[in-house]
């Protein structure tokens, strides 16, 4: 009975401890630089990169396979992934990660020995039935072009098998943030001033329907296309649904030209991304990059008031951007303070609401304050202790509550995780609790 007597006391005084009260716990924190995998984009070689380095956390590249593939032996096909490797480890020691295209057209390329070049490996341009159409293109894609073959099978079953490598070495790469794929030029799915032959110098709808569904099998990290997908004249995508369900994001290359809205009169960008846009972005990334029509349209396109009476923050809050190329974008509206507060604007932003501890668990209220959720997973977390409730998908201004399991005695312990980061990375917070 002594002993039975003591057990409860002592089941008691545990429960009493389990219930403790939770208090409120003071915290101020603020964003004060761009979060990752967001924000304003410069390639690589950008001269002005070292001056902007702190005020972007992206580098967008764009390759043709044909850059680390060597050959085939049997079924399997040879790379030198080294290249790119370098480069990703250049982007990672900045502390950026990229935003890569795989693409293989690319108009007036001067990159290769032949002007305009395709990005198809050189043992499939080997091949006795491979025949790549050439058309002279002065117009607005300008520059001598040559077309992959799509007649060609190897060409097929090479595209899709490449993606299933790549995925498998690079899916979960932090050093990698997003990816790009596409057809056409620059992998935009378009091949406008020159004649459509789908399954010729395009592929054809059947083609791509199986190339979606694989891109959505084996892709791990977020995938976007353009948004010229919507045009059913060169693609299968708003017109089949199981198509529109698939994962993708999108991006705009001529994001905020003059005739991008409808309320210009013209407004084609804003036809396609309502065709095929939807609630995409709630789950998959949007992006792109800053028109080049004028050279106004990347130079102004920071001024605070606004380019074609439309301001940089309204128009990546109607289109939920996350990222945007931008290297016509530095001088006078395109400072590194602008860089800076601009690129903070987009994507997710979250604020701390509410923090309280009962000295064994800590609740966390957080809401997205930004324009984008965050495509990956992130948590609360008090030194290596994470909540089991991931950030990712928090809609912006939705709010969630999440349980750490641990005390919290100062607020500067409580951090966000997230292993999809490079070395010297953090996602901020702001708090103001008193």
Not at 384 to 400: E, R
């Amino acid at each position: 009975m002594k002993h039975s007597s003591l057990l409860c006391v002592a089941f008691v005084l545990l429960g009493m401890s389990a219930c403790a009260r939770y208090e409120r716990v003071s915290l101020t924190s603020s964003i004060d630089h761009v979060q990752p995998m967001t924000g304003l984009v410069l390639s690589p070689r950008h001269e002005a990169l070292t001056t902007y380095q702190d005020a972007i956390a992206l580098e967008d590249f764009g390759w043709g396979p044909n850059r680390v593939v060597i050959g085939k032996e049997g079924d399997a096909i040879l790379y030198n992934w080294a290249p790119l490797d370098s480069m990703l480890d250049a982007i990672a020691a900045r502390k950026h990660q990229a935003v890569l295209r795989w693409r293989y057209e690319y108009p007036g390329n001067h990159d290769t020995p032949i002007e305009g070049a395709t990005g198809v490996p050189q043992y499939i341009k080997d091949l006795p039935d491979y025949n790549e159409p050439f058309y002279r293109n002065p117009n607005f894609d300008g520059g001598d072009t040559y077309y992959a073959d799509w007649t060609n099978k190897e060409l097929q079953w090479f595209t899709m098998q490449f993606y299933t490598d790549f995925a498998a070495r690079y899916g979960n790469d932090p050093r990698l943030a997003f990816l790009e794929v596409g057809f056409g030029h620059w992998g935009e799915y378009h091949i406008y001033a020159t004649p459509l032959q789908m399954g010729v110098n395009f592929p054809s709808k059947e083609y791509q329907t199986q190339f979606l569904h694989h891109m959505a099998k084996v892709m791990p990290m977020p995938w976007a296309i353009s948004i010229d997908a919507a045009d059913a004249q060169y693609t299968p995508i708003v017109a089949d649904a199981q198509l529109m369900a698939l994962p993708f994001g999108l991006f705009d290359d001529s994001f905020m030209h003059e005739g991008h809205e409808l309320s210009s009169g013209v407004g084609d960008n804003e036809t396609n991304w309502n065709a095929i846009g939807g609630e995409h972005w709630k789950t998959s990334v949007y992006g792109g990059e800053v028109s080049y029509y004028t050279h106004k349209d990347q130079y102004e396109f920071l001024n605070p008031a606004g380019l074609y009476g439309v301001t940089w923050e309204e128009a990546i809050a109607k289109y939920h951007i996350t990222f945007m190329m931008a290297n016509d974008a530095p001088g006078e509206y395109g400072t590194v303070e602008r860089f800076n507060e601009a690129g903070i604007a987009a994507g997710y932003s979250f604020r701390v609401l509410d923090c309280q501890t009962n000295g064994r668990k800590t609740k966390v209220t957080i809401t997205n304050e930004g324009v984008a959720p965050i495509y990956y997973d992130a948590y609360m977390a008090i030194g290596d202790i994470q909540s089991q409730q991931s950030l990712k998908g928090l809609l912006p201004k939705d709010t969630i509550e999440v349980t750490i399991s641990a005390g919290l005695e100062d607020g500067t312990e409580l951090s966000i995780a997230c292993q999809r980061l490079v070395p010297g990375q953090e996602i901020q917070f702001n708090a103001d609790i008193q």
